[in-house]
């Protein structure tokens, strides 16, 4: 089945610190990439919409400064943290899928896991 | 936004019993699907239940849709200690808009 690369799986790093997440879709073309971030024993939270070769479409209270993102190629999809500070610490995960067909699953990566201290 | 509940939010079983998670949404729906998530890890794939379909299986799973109600349900029968994990379902609007339910977490105790 289709494999998602996510990377890292976990980043401890100070407050003030930009932190890069990777997403990338090892064995298809990705059109749209998705980010979530979940807390712990919640569900998952839907950030922003990713297309490739377009600006990417936030949720609603979504900081687009605070986070960005990068969908630069069909297989890469790109999250930044920007000065990330405790309450950024969370769970973040993407997941991949093409629009080209419907009714298809959407494959998520392993998540990475974010620390700030 | 969240689309779904799920409910229980917790169920707790003993293994071989069989555990029935529900799913209720609030919009029009492509088709739904069910996740599983382990500890600190991303989702796996179940089922993907589309509109026009009212029941799937696959192996020990078996979903059921009614957009009547707006609501499905997964079973796991005759469960095992290795089912534990929380089950999410998602609710694909159009173009992959995927929303997601706040889960049940499922133990299965040996």
């Not at chain 1, 879709?25 to 070769?53: C, H, I, V």
């Not at chain 1, 309450?87 to 298809?104: H, K, P």
């Not at chain 2, 009547?68 to 029968?77: D, G, P, Q, V």
């Not at chain 2, 173009?95 to 105790?109: E, I, Y």
């Amino acid at each position: 089945g289709a494999v998602v690369s996510q990377h890292p799986s976990w980043v401890i790093c100070k407050s003030g610190t930009s932190v890069k997440i990777e997403c990338r879709s090892l064995d298809f073309q990705a059109t749209t990439m998705f980010w979530y971030r979940q807390f712990p024993k919640q569900s998952l939270m839907l950030m922003a919409t990713s297309n490739e070769g377009s600006k990417a479409t936030y949720e609603q209270g979504v900081e687009k400064d605070k986070f960005l993102i990068n969908h630069a190629s069909l297989t890469l999809s790109t999250l930044t943290v920007t000065s990330a500070h405790p309450e950024d610490s969370s769970f973040y995960i993407c997941s991949a899928g093409t629009v080209l067909y419907s009714n298809q699953p959407q494959h998520f990566g392993d998540g990475t896991r974010l620390s700030i201290l | 936004s969240q689309q779904g509940e799920e409910d229980p939010q917790a169920l707790s079983i003993q293994e071989g019993e069989n555990a029935t998670m529900n799913c209720s949404y609030k919009t029009s729906i492509n088709n739904l699907q069910w996740y599983r998530q382990n500890s600190g890890r991303g989702l796996v794939h179940l089922i993907l239940i589309r509109s026009n379909e009212r029941e799937k299986h696959s192996g020990r799973l078996r979903v059921t849709l009614d957009t009547s109600k707006k609501s499905s349900s997964l079973l796991i029968t005759a469960s095992r200690a290795a089912d534990t994990a929380s089950y999410f379902c998602a609710t694909d609007r159009y173009n992959n808009d995927m929303r997601f339910g706040a889960g049940t977490r499922l133990t299965v105790k040996p």
